[in-house]
C-alpha cells in the first residue's frame, strides 16, 4: 500500500509547476518512505491552481512518472519492502557491547 504526503508545492502565477513529496509504502511489517521533488511535464497540470486537490496530485504524479506502465518509485519502494522481507534485522555493531539498563 502507498501513501502520499505533499509537503510543497511550487507555481508560477496561477500554475502549478512542481511539488516536493514523501511517499511511504508499507506491507504487512514494514514501512519505508522516499522523498523527493518532481516538476509536471508540459500538459498534466490541466486546471489553475486553486481548484486543485489533493487527489488531483496524486493522479497527476502517478501518471507522469509512470512510464511504460512502470511507476519507478513505487518499484523502488516495492523492492526495498521485499528485501526487508527476507532480511532479519540486527543492532548496529558500534552498540552490540553496549549495556542496557534491565538487561
Known amino acids: ?3 502520499w504526503k505533499f509537503l510543497e ?3 508560477n502565477g ?3 509547476i512542481a511539488v516536493r ?3 511511504s509504502g508499507t506491507d504487512e ?3 519505508v518512505e522516499t522523498e523527493g521533488n518532481h516538476i509536471f511535464s508540459d500538459g498534466i497540470v490541466n486546471i489553475p491552481f486553486e481548484q486543485i486537490k489533493e487527489t488531483n496530485l496524486i493522479d497527476w504524479l502517478n501518471s507522469d512518472i509512470t512510464k511504460d506502465g512502470v511507476n519507478a518509485i513505487k518499484l523502488n519502494l ?3 519492502l521485499k528485501v526487508l522481507e527476507s532480511e532479519q534485522k ?3 555493531p558500534w552498540l552490540a ?3 542496557t539498563p534491565g538487561s
Open 1 to 3: 500500500m502507498f501513501k
Open 9 to 11: 508545492l511550487y507555481a
Open 14 to 16: 496561477d500554475q502549478l
Open 21 to 23: 513529496y514523501l511517499l
Open 29 to 31: 511489517k514494514n514501512i
Open 78 to 80: 516495492q523492492n526495498q
Open 90 to 92: 540486527v543492532s548496529f
Open 97 to 99: 557491547d553496549t549495556f
